[in-house]
């Protein structure tokens, strides 16, 4: 199956494709679409993306979604003249409208998403592209792809909200550096400083990243919502407040979870002896 999202069904009034979606085997493959540009973030692809995990979100064909690019780059960072220049001379509500839209598809929408996410980085992932790698669950890399926060190269700052993303993810003497200097690095590095979990050589890469959403369709989707919304609310919090959070989260996915997968796995562990914690998932058709 394959769903495509246009600009004119976007609501941005254009024939061009700037993001593809391609759901196969319960996995939707999602596709910053630019290559030319090496899929540097337009309003096109701002409102598509929104779009798009619209319409995922309701899709019960899609239960994992994959992020990565066309070409050579995962995205090369917000387009300076569509996203920016061409932005500013024009009315200042399209603006706002604009600067929404990116951060609802970017974090506020993609951190929370219900289904698991994953960013497949195969090449250039630049500036704003990091809050797109950062706002996904978990993230594999090419070995040669290309990271760098190169704004203080020339003139600005890591701004939007990429900065509060990065100083989440890294330790600050990485951060620091790679935010002072703007030097490149590759996947590998990106791996050592838990930038991406894992970096594979390219040529693995997808069958890496279908693995890793094979395994994750294989969890319970309720508690795996639970779980991912649970641990973005606590890193904010005090022990305390995250205590009284994580034991209301745990009753909610005991009495609503569809599949009661406490019980199940309880009952497969000390009335079939046929489950062992550690060594696999119970058995979800039980």
Known sequence: MTVTTGGAAAGVGS????????????????????????????????YEMVAALDALEADDSAHVVVITGAGDAFSSGQDLKEYFRDVDAGPPVERERL??????????RLMFYPK?????????????????????DLALAAEDATFGLSEINWGIIPAGIVTKSVAMALAQRNAM??????????????AEIGLVNFAVPKAELKDRTRALAKKLMEKNPFVMRAAKTAY???????????????????????????????????????DDKTYRPGLGNYDRRG
């Open 116 to 136: 698991p996410t994953i960013a497949m980085v195969n090449g250039w992932c630049f500036g704003g592209a990091f809050q797109v790698l950062l706002g996904c």
């Open 99 to 108: 600067y929404r839209a990116n951060a609802d598809w970017q974090w506020r």
């Open 15 to 46: 024939a061009h494709k700037n993001v593809l979606v391609e759901i196969e085997d319960g996995i939707a493959w999602v596709t910053l679409n630019r290559p030319e540009k090496r899929n540097a973030i337009n309003p096109g692809i701002v």
């Open 177 to 190: 550096y790679y935010i002072m200097t703007g030097d490149p690095f590759d996947g590998k590095r990106a």
């Open 232 to 270: 973005h609310h606590v890193r904010h919090m005090s022990w305390e407040s995250s205590l009284e959070l994580l034991m209301a989260k745990s009753d909610q996915t005991k009495f609503r979870d569809p599949e009661k997968g406490d019980r199940k796995g309880m009952s497969q562990f000390l």
